[in-house]
């Protein structure tokens, strides 16, 4: 199981959103992707990675108290092949 990066280095790497163009739009509406999802997870970015962001992945990011939560929500999803709407 992987093990969440620390969260404030996040934005001291290069990052999926640094050249993603819905960057500020997630941003202003709190939202994420699978892509920054996996990087908050891993620390490393993959450019296959999905950039459908939404608000479910945004809050288990950054409102979840356990870290295990997100790996398990992102498991579920890649074995369904689903994605959330906004």
Known sequence: ?????DIRRVFEQPA???NCI???ICEEQELACRAFSGYVITGR????SVRIPNKH???KIFKEDDPTVLTK???S???KQEELPL
């Open 1 to 5: 199981m992987a093990n969440r990066i």
């Open 16 to 18: 999926p959103c640094d």
């Open 22 to 24: 819905k960057r500020y």
């Open 45 to 48: 970015t993959y450019e296959h």
């Open 57 to 59: 992945i945004f809050y």
């Open 73 to 75: 929500f992102l498991q």
């Open 77 to 79: 999803l890649n074995a």
